[in-house]
């Protein structure tokens, strides 16, 4: 089993920034792909950034040059750095671990950004 665990979400104004961890425990490999989705109420979740195994990364077009993911392998984290924050970023934003044969996804938590 997988378990994952994100943190640093909050209430932040616009242009602030936020770090956001995810600690994953279980059957981790370091070759599994993570990332980071979001979503609104009503909405369908979508793809912020992912990182594979060996460091290659992905962002969606909107946040691009704002959002920074990366991993501590040794540490089976993956953090979300997010810069100049608008009010349009405010998502729940989730964890995921793809594996073997499923996604993992963590509780969520919630980034609030005031204008």
């Known amino acids: 089993q997988v378990r994952l665990v994100e943190s640093g979400g909050g209430l932040v104004q616009a242009g602030g920034s936020l770090r956001l961890s995810c600690a994953a425990s279980?059957?981790?490999?370091?070759?599994?792909?993570m990332g980071w989705y979001r979503q609104a109420p009503g909405n369908e979740r979508e793809s912020v950034a992912t990182?594979?195994?060996?460091?290659?990364?992905n962002y969606a077009d909107s946040v691009k040059g704002r959002f920074t993911i990366s991993r501590d392998s040794a540490k089976n984290t993956v953090y979300l750095q997010m810069n100049s924050l608008k009010p349009e970023d405010t998502r729940v934003y989730y964890c995921?671990?793809?594996?073997?044969?499923?996604?993992?996804w963590g509780q969520g938590t919630q980034v609030t950004v005031s204008s």
């Open positions: 279980g059957s981790i490999f370091s070759i599994n792909t």
């Open positions: 990182i594979t195994g060996d460091g290659r990364t």
């Open positions: 995921a671990l793809t594996g073997s044969t499923r996604v993992y």
